[in-house]
């Protein structure tokens, strides 16, 4: 996994503290959403490396950013490479 940028997450509606932003976290949600749809585990973890990638890049120049931008930005790569599970990932909590 590509070094962790030391950024702060504030978390949904600002109510709650912020907290740092942790990739493996991130890493573990879109895995379990890819594995949510049946994907082959292989095919999982590589969706999982990649969103994780490409949002600590996009946090790179940013000090601070909302639980809901990375949900976003994680998403929006997501629907990319896996729309499946990208629909889920971004709609998890709509999910009963």
Excluded: Q
Excluded at 38 to 44: F, K
Excluded at 55 to 64: L, S
């Amino acid at each position: 996994m590509p070094k962790r940028p030391l950024i702060d997450v504030v978390k949904r509606g600002g109510k709650r503290s912020t907290e740092a932003f942790d990739p493996t976290k991130l890493h573990a949600s879109v895995l379990a959403a890819c594995m949510s749809v049946r994907s082959p585990e292989a095919m999982a973890e590589s969706a999982a490396e990649s969103v994780c990638t490409v949002v600590i890049e996009w946090c790179r120049t940013r000090p601070e950013v909302t639980s809901d931008d990375l949900r976003r930005v994680a998403a929006d790569h997501l629907n990319r490479i896996h729309p499946e599970a990208a629909y889920l990932y971004k709609h998890h909590r709509l999910v009963l």
